[in-house]
């Protein structure tokens, strides 16, 4: 049996990390599962300038932690009408700290005041998820992304979901990702296409065919 650290402080990611993994066959544990306290210095590992980067650099710094197999994800929003920002500053866009709802909102009201006068054929945007496996036994490490296409919507749809799901029109579920069960939206994420990419990588024969029901 495979036994996974998912490093991740957030709640949204933690869930969506489990649901996927777990459907596979894969054990999960959290840092807090460990015992690994919140340490100041885990605001600074994202300073990297691609997902992939920060995805390693969180991976590293938790395996070293717990000395355990690994999986790490940096992710975020890119939309093309602002040059794919706030890609790497998805999570601090608008310079809010506090609960994440607090942080949640006050990025959601930043995207729509940058978007504000661009018509809907131009607010396309992606979701993009790197996500890293390190296992320090072995030495091996793992990058892999996905991405799941959309827009931006002119005003939050639905409650569910985190950060900019209530905003971002998802192309392929016909709705937003607020609006989406969380069944629907781990069936087409970002997440759920690169936790299947590094399940590819990782996953012996057996998790294979669970995992080709993701
Ligand atoms: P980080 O990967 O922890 O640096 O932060 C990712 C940030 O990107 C989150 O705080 C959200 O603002 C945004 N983000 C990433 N994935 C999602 C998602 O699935 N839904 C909504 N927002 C997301």
Redesign the pocket.
Known sequence: MVTLLVA?R?V??AR?AKALLEAAGVTVVLPADQGLAELPEEEHL?VGTT?AE?AVAKARYFARRSGMPTVA?????EVTALGNAPG?Q??RWAGAFGVPLA??QA?NAHLLSELAGVPDGERQAQ?R?ALTLIDPEGGRLVVVEGVVRGHILTEPRGTN?????PL?FCDLLGKS?GQATAEE?DRV???AEAFRALLEEICPAPFNTVKGQL
Do not use: P
């Open positions: 991740t957030s949204g990611k969506e994202e997902f920060n994800d940096d992710s975020g929003l790497v998805s999570k942080v949640d990025n979701y998820c979901g985190f950060g900019y799901d971002f990702f939206k994420s970002h997440r």
